[in-house]
């Protein structure tokens, strides 16, 4: 039978910067080859929606197997659905800004651990699997719910984080208690 025994992944969003300076990605950066190399790959993200003071006060996470194409549906949704995920995101940079905000771009670096002796890490290898996309996405999204922020993610049809809470459910109380507290842990590593 296999199980996976435990495990701890520390968090560690990292800014994408230009130049050692926040970048704003999610407008039309100048066509600059050098910056795009920043982006390109498979990513777990955040938009992290700052206040006139800095502080943050939503965010919203996310996966996908090429981000720099990603970024375009936010940039410019092609959608009218006031509920599609780029309308709301896009809508939050535009809302962010007009009340003199910041809008910033950081993407999920993970130190490398083990499940059942697989590597993972932040490596296109690990990244570049959907389903470790998807796992790390929805743990990083649980997590956020424990934090202050809004969280701009539509969860209630995150069926990744429906399975992840089923998954939580199943397990025997002292199990679930330590997944809880890896959680918690992780809350505070960041």
Same mark, same amino acid.
């Given at each position: 039978?296999?199980?996976?025994?435990?495990?701890?992944?520390?968090?560690?969003?990292q800014?994408?910067?230009?130049?050692?300076?926040?970048?704003?990605?999610?407008?039309?950066?100048?066509?600059?080859?050098?910056?795009?190399?920043?982006?390109?790959?498979?990513?777990?993200?955040?938009w992290?929606?700052?206040?006139?003071n800095?502080?943050?006060?939503?965010?919203?996470?996310?996966?996908?197997?090429?981000?720099?194409?990603?970024?375009?549906?936010?940039?410019?949704?092609?959608?009218?659905?006031?509920?599609?995920?780029?309308?709301?995101?896009?809508?939050?940079?535009?809302d962010?800004?007009?009340?003199?905000?910041?809008?910033?771009?950081?993407?999920?670096? $993970?130190?490398?651990?083990?499940?059942?002796?697989?590597?993972?890490?932040?490596s296109t290898?690990?990244?570049?699997?959907?389903?470790?996309r998807?796992?790390l996405?929805? $743990?990083?999204?649980?997590t956020?719910?424990?934090?202050?922020?809004?969280?701009?993610?539509?969860?209630?049809?995150?069926?990744?984080?429906?399975?992840?809470?089923?998954?939580?459910?199943?397990?025997?109380?002292?199990?679930?208690?330590?997944?809880?507290d $890896?959680?918690?842990?992780?809350?505070?590593?960041?």
């Amino acid at each position: 039978m296999n199980s996976v025994d435990s495990f701890k992944i520390p968090l560690n969003w990292q800014s994408v910067l230009v130049k050692g300076q926040i970048y704003p990605w999610h407008r039309k950066p100048q066509r600059a080859a050098n910056y795009r190399e920043l982006i390109e790959g498979p990513r777990i993200y955040r938009w992290v929606f700052k206040n006139q003071n800095g502080e943050i006060h939503a965010v919203y996470i996310g996966e996908s197997e090429k981000f720099q194409n990603r970024l375009s549906g936010y940039r410019t949704p092609t959608k009218v659905n006031q509920q599609d995920t780029d309308v709301i995101v896009h809508n939050a940079f535009d809302d962010c800004e007009k009340q003199g905000g910041i809008v910033e771009l950081q993407f999920l670096e $993970i130190a490398a651990f083990e499940i059942n002796g697989q590597l993972i890490d932040s490596s296109t290898k690990s990244l570049g699997n959907h389903e470790m996309r998807i796992i790390l996405e929805s $743990i990083a999204i649980v997590t956020a719910k424990l934090e202050k922020p809004k969280l701009l993610n539509r969860l209630s049809k995150n069926v990744h984080e429906k399975d992840l809470e089923r998954l939580l459910r199943s397990l025997p109380p002292k199990r679930k208690q330590e997944v809880l507290d $890896i959680f918690k842990s992780n809350k505070q590593l960041s």
